[in-house]
């Protein structure tokens, strides 16, 4: 799902970019890599928690950047409601299993 948010130009990746996004109130979900370092998740954790704003910690940094076509890959985040929502409902569900 987030390969196609990314083809349909809906994605935002690296931290720069992920974290103007959410300060732009333009992310609608940032998906952090779970080896990210303890300073990149509190980062999003808080500005997420701040501007109102899903954050999923997920797998690691090969396979988020994988995930759009990238090498590595610490931060995503999804410009689009209907991604978003797509993804946090299959994050959910595989997460409960």
Known sequence: MIGLAKRAGKVVSGEFSTEKAV???KAKLVIVSED?????KKLFSNKCFFYNIPVIMYS??????HSIGQELRTSVG???ED???????KY???DNK
């Not at 690691?60 to 950047?65: A, E, H, M, Q, T």
């Open 23 to 25: 300060k732009e109130n």
């Open 36 to 40: 990210a370092s303890n300073n990149t």
């Open 60 to 65: 690691d940094k090969v396979s988020l950047g």
């Open 78 to 80: 999804i410009i689009d």
């Open 83 to 89: 991604f978003a929502k797509a993804i946090i409902s």
């Open 92 to 94: 959910e569900k595989i």
